[in-house]
């Protein structure tokens, strides 16, 4: 079965840093009086000098593709919030799942929800999620991401629909493992097309 840290994140923006450099100058006058006779005059006084402040240097610019990837993570939050609606009453009807995932995301979906019903079961509780935009291609003809999403199921349960009871976890089952979740940008919307879990724990 979304780091959603929702770039956990799904993702955050570089911290700028400006450089500023000092540079003092100053100058001094060295005035000579003869010894055979006084003066009156008055030595010239010597112009205070100002520091020459540098230019700062430019700061590092925003990333680019922040707001996409942002648009990303949302969609990625509603899609699992979809999910889990469906799965929690062990039917799509009711849910807007099809308006975030696609192809073999939905097809997943979809087979786990009949594996659900066929064995009178639902599900309980949610899994949350750190996810970020590990890769991201606006400038295809298709644009597409990638998401890495570390994912917690400790608490989303499978129970027995009539009785609530909690059905036991299979053995070696990892309750906190990496998911890796394709998605692609349809007109102005992002669909998740993938989500593919790691057998690695995060």
């Given at each position: 079965m979304?780091n ?10 570089a911290?700028?840093r400006a450089?500023v ?10 005035i000579l ?12 006084k010597p ?13 590092p610019?925003a ?7 942002k648009?990303l ?11 889990t609606k469906?799965y929690?009453k062990?039917?799509e ?6 308006k975030?995932a696609?192809t073999?995301?939905?097809a997943?979906?979809r ?7 066929g064995s009178?079961?639902?599900t ?21 991401a ?11 349960k499978t ?5 609530g ?16 979740v ?10 998740i ?5 790691q057998?690695?724990s995060?």
């Amino acid at each position: 079965m979304e780091n959603v840290k929702r770039e956990g994140r799904s993702g955050g923006p570089a911290a700028n840093r400006a450089l500023v450099l000092f540079m003092a100058a100053a100058t001094g006058s060295l005035i000579l009086t003869g010894c055979s006779g006084a003066s009156d005059a008055t030595p010239p006084k010597p112009k205070p000098t100002q520091p020459e402040t540098g230019k700062a240097s430019a700061s590092p610019s925003a990333d680019p593709n922040a707001a996409a990837k942002k648009a990303l993570l949302v969609t990625y939050t509603s899609f699992w919030a979809e999910q889990t609606k469906a799965y929690s009453k062990g039917t799509e009807k009711g849910t807007k799942l099809e308006k975030y995932a696609t192809t073999e995301a939905l097809a997943r979906a979809r087979g786990d929800l009949a594996s659900l019903h066929g064995s009178g079961n639902v599900t309980s509780g949610r899994a949350t999620h750190d996810a970020h935009v590990s890769a991201i291609g606006l400038d295809k003809k298709l644009p597409d991401a990638t998401i890495t999403d570390c994912m917690d199921v400790s608490h989303w349960k499978t129970v027995n629909q009539k009785t609530g009871k909690a059905l036991p976890a299979p053995k070696g089952k990892l309750t906190r493992y990496v998911a890796i979740v394709s998605a692609q940008k349809w007109g102005k919307q992002w669909m998740i097309t993938k989500v593919t879990p790691q057998h690695r724990s995060c």
